[in-house]
């Protein structure tokens, strides 16, 4: 009986146990929270993505589409297209265009040239009237020596040739100031190629002379004289220079080689002569940053430039460029320029509307070297070569206004 009381009691237990048990495990079951965008539209905060009733696929159980099963055409890559400049422009040809410039140089010829007319046209020509004469040979730049010179030639011819009328006087003056700037001096851009690489043209001077503006006014020059350019942007030290070399460039389509900002000039010089080798251009036009003449460790950079770019070959010109405005004291920075490289040539810019004309005669007898190009304005064509009798007949004006 007791036995079945024992038995009769741990089964009731194991029951009582059991729905214990049960009543726990439902207690931990959660709810399911509503589902934003299923049980209620999602408001600010909720998740708005729908939960997934399916179970995720592995990666080994996604196919791959075929090619045959896409429907819509694959699109198209797309290729980049280059930076277009524009339209490449016409520069206007060379031949003849310092005669077509002739009134860019209006104030000095009424400085100089017809000041001299109006001085030798007087009745007498005594001792104080020649003085003038120097005076105002002097105040053009025309330099010492030069003007003493000048005025003795004019003095004997005036007095032997007994000079009567205003046109045998005008075509005394045109005929001294021609042999003073150099009638028969060398002044050819030496820019066409050799048989294995191009000219190399290697323009330097001082800061603010217009240098790198120059450069791409040169380039210009040569494309119109039917030349192919490659420019080098040797100038890394100004913020913008290689930029605005490469607008030049552009505008006439030649190509420019430039680097980082800061980098190695001669580094550059030497790359772009090596481009111009590659593409066989005619010429390449390195344009050198800008210094001042009294830095020595800038002019044995310089010296470096040409050393590095002469691993390629000889380099053809060098020009100088000079501001034209700085009188004789451009005279001062060419000689010193002239001891770093050998300077070739020079261009005189900025000549427009100013009395400084006698600075091409000034220049060309202290340093021996001829003025090949002059600047006579803002415009993109208004470099032009230099030509003695065009620019003396510009100083003297026209015969009929005399």
């Given at each position: 009986?007791?036995?079945?009381?024992?038995?009769?009691?741990?089964?009731?237990l194991l029951t009582v146990v059991a729905a214990l048990g049960l009543v726990s495990s439902r207690g931990k079951v959660r709810r399911q929270p509503?589902?934003?965008?299923?049980?209620?539209?999602?408001?600010?905060?909720?998740?708005?993505?729908?939960?997934?009733?399916?179970?995720?696929?592995?990666?080994?159980?996604?196919?791959?589409?075929?090619?045959?099963?896409?429907?819509?055409?694959?699109?198209?890559?797309?290729?980049?297209?280059?930076?277009?400049?524009?339209?490449?422009?016409?520069?206007?040809?060379?031949?003849?265009?310092?005669?077509?410039?002739?009134?860019?140089?209006?104030?000095?010829?009424?400085?100089?040239?017809?000041?001299?007319?109006?001085?030798?046209?007087?009745?007498?020509?005594?001792?104080?009237?020649?003085?003038?004469?120097?005076?105002?040979?002097?105040?053009?730049?025309?330099?010492?020596?030069?003007?003493?010179?000048?005025?003795?030639?004019?003095?004997?011819?005036?007095?032997?040739?007994?000079?009567?009328?205003?046109?045998?006087?005008?075509?005394?003056?045109?005929?001294?100031?021609?042999?003073?700037?150099?009638?028969?001096?060398?002044?050819?851009?030496?820019?066409?190629?050799?048989?294995?690489?191009p000219a190399v043209v290697l323009v330097v001077g001082v800061n603010g002379t217009g240098k790198t503006t120059t450069c791409g006014k040169l380039?210009?020059?040569l494309v119109a004289d039917g030349r192919s350019v490659v420019l080098g942007a040797a100038d890394t030290f100004r913020a913008a220079a290689a930029?605005?070399?490469?607008?030049?460039?552009?505008?006439?389509?030649?190509?420019?080689?430039?680097?980082?900002?800061?980098?190695?000039?001669?580094?550059?010089?030497?790359?772009?002569?090596?481009?111009?080798?590659?593409?066989?251009?005619?010429?390449?036009?390195?344009?050198?940053?800008?210094?001042?003449?009294?830095?020595?460790?800038?002019?044995?950079?310089?010296?470096?430039?040409?050393?590095?770019?002469?691993?390629?070959?000889?380099?053809?010109?060098?020009?100088?460029?000079?501001?034209?405005?700085?009188?004789?004291?451009?005279?001062?920075?060419?000689?010193?320029?002239?001891?770093?490289?050998?300077?070739?040539?020079?261009?005189?810019?900025?000549?427009?509307?100013?009395?400084?004309?006698?600075?091409?005669?000034?220049?060309?007898?202290?340093?021996?070297?001829?003025?090949?190009?002059?600047?006579?304005?803002?415009?993109?064509?208004?470099?032009?070569?230099?030509?003695?009798?065009?620019?003396?007949?510009?100083?003297?004006?026209?015969?009929?206004?005399?």
């Amino acid at each position: 009986m007791i036995e079945i009381l024992v038995v009769v009691g741990i089964v009731l237990l194991l029951t009582v146990v059991a729905a214990l048990g049960l009543v726990s495990s439902r207690g931990k079951v959660r709810r399911q929270p509503p589902r934003p965008g299923v049980d209620y539209r999602p408001g600010t905060g909720d998740d708005a993505e729908v939960p997934r009733d399916t179970p995720l696929r592995t990666v080994d159980r996604v196919d791959s589409p075929l090619l045959s099963d896409v429907q819509a055409p694959l699109p198209e890559p797309v290729q980049e297209r280059p930076a277009l400049f524009g339209d490449l422009e016409v520069p206007e040809p060379t031949a003849g265009r310092l005669t077509r410039l002739r009134d860019r140089l209006a104030r000095s010829q009424t400085t100089l040239g017809r000041g001299l007319f109006t001085l030798l046209s007087r009745d007498t020509l005594d001792d104080a009237t020649w003085e003038e004469v120097e005076d105002t040979l002097l105040t053009s730049d025309m330099g010492v020596a030069a003007t003493t010179e000048l005025v003795e030639r004019l003095k004997t011819r005036v007095r032997v040739g007994g000079v009567k009328t205003a046109s045998e006087l005008r075509g005394l003056l045109r005929e001294e100031l021609v042999t003073a700037l150099g009638r028969d001096v060398d002044r050819t851009l030496k820019t066409l190629p050799h048989a294995d690489r191009p000219a190399v043209v290697l323009v330097v001077g001082v800061n603010g002379t217009g240098k790198t503006t120059t450069c791409g006014k040169l380039a210009r020059v040569l494309v119109a004289d039917g030349r192919s350019v490659v420019l080098g942007a040797a100038d890394t030290f100004r913020a913008a220079a290689a930029d605005q070399l490469q607008t030049w460039g552009s505008r006439v389509g030649a190509e420019t080689v430039r680097g980082p900002e800061g980098g190695d000039p001669a580094s550059v010089a030497f790359d772009a002569v090596k481009r111009g080798i590659d593409v066989k251009a005619d010429t390449v036009l390195i344009d050198t940053a800008g210094r001042l003449h009294t830095k020595t460790g800038l002019m044995d950079e310089l010296g470096k430039v040409k050393r590095v770019v002469e691993k390629h070959g000889l380099v053809d010109e060098t020009l100088l460029v000079l501001d034209a405005t700085t009188g004789q004291y451009g005279v001062v920075q060419a000689r010193v320029f002239t001891e770093a490289v050998e300077v070739t040539g020079i261009v005189l810019t900025k000549l427009d509307g100013t009395a400084k004309g006698g600075i091409v005669i000034a220049v060309q007898r202290e340093l021996g070297i001829p003025v090949k190009l002059i600047g006579l304005g803002e415009g993109a064509d208004d470099l032009a070569p230099f030509e003695p009798e065009a620019f003396a007949d510009a100083l003297l004006g026209d015969e009929a206004a005399l």
